[in-house]
């Protein structure tokens, strides 16, 4: 019997915290199951898309489901980002289910100032 | 099944305002719901011998997890401990800093020597085998 506990047409939204320090933005995602080859980063113009798979546990081939309160689906979520961020900078690490990313804001061009000469 | 057919639909429903929205370039797109933990969310398998139970705890230093056994019964505590907050600017906050305390009463009585806990990508697995005792004692019959 399958141990097999996903469904296929699950995906959940996954908890964030986000979080500005020194101009660098963190977003802390929790994603339990998920391992680095699963995760999908993507930054297109002003959208960040966050996408995952969870794992499967493997199991002994007879083995019984006996209580379920969680399942194990994809993760999935997009945000839009209001500030110019830095496309070659963005550093992204998963521990123990949580995937760390930060995105570094693209400084602000300084306004040019024009000096006004008496003639 | 008659209702799947109307939750795929609802799904679609859902795909499709997520685009109208990504269309008009939204601000942020929120979603209406989160996996937002319970008290440590667990799930349980096993065969004849053994179990597992699986907890999910993303985040959590091992030193922060204590299982303990009383009979039948698993006591599971974890605890995900606050990151320094001070120069951080929140935005958002959706992952819970708590302790969650579990008591998970199996149907059996577990072998404490043969237990084995271990932390895998924010999921915790408890292997508990069963107690060898009810095993049937055969019993010969002497001839006075």
């Known amino acids: 019997m399958s141990t097999d506990i996903k469904d296929d047409t699950m995906i959940f939204v996954p908890d964030t915290d986000v979080y500005e320090e020194d101009n660098i933005i963190t977003l802390v995602v929790d994603l339990p199951g998920v391992d680095e080859n699963s995760v999908d980063v993507q930054l297109d113009k002003n959208q960040l898309q966050i996408s995952a798979k969870a794992e499967k546990s493997q199991f002994k081939k007879d083995y019984k489901i006996q209580h379920t309160e969680y399942y194990t689906g994809d993760f999935k979520r997009t945000w839009a980002i209001k500030e110019a961020l830095d496309p070659e900078k963005i550093d992204a690490q998963i521990k123990d289910g949580v995937l760390t990313l930060q995105l570094h804001k693209l400084k602000k061009d300084t306004a040019k100032k024009i000096e006004v000469r008496s003639a | ?144």
């Open chain 2, 1 to 144: 099944m008659f209702f799947t057919k109307d939750l795929h639909s609802i799904n679609n429903l859902q795909e499709e305002m997520s685009k109208i929205f990504d269309h008009l370039n939204f601000q942020f797109i929120q979603p209406t719901t989160t996996r937002s933990q319970k008290n440590l969310p667990v799930n349980i398998q096993g065969n004849k011998e053994e179990a597992i139970v699986s907890v999910e705890a993303p985040g959590v230093n091992i030193d922060d997890i204590e299982i303990s056994i009383d009979k039948n019964i698993l006591n599971i505590n974890v605890s995900r401990k606050e990151q320094e907050m001070d120069s951080k600017k929140y935005y958002l906050k959706e992952r819970k800093i708590d302790s969650w305390k579990r008591a998970i009463q199996l149907g059996f009585d577990i072998n404490e020597e043969k237990v084995d806990a271990n932390y895998k990508k924010g999921i915790l697995y408890i292997h508990v085998a069963k107690q060898e005792q009810s095993v049937p004692k055969k019993i010969i019959v002497k001839k006075v």
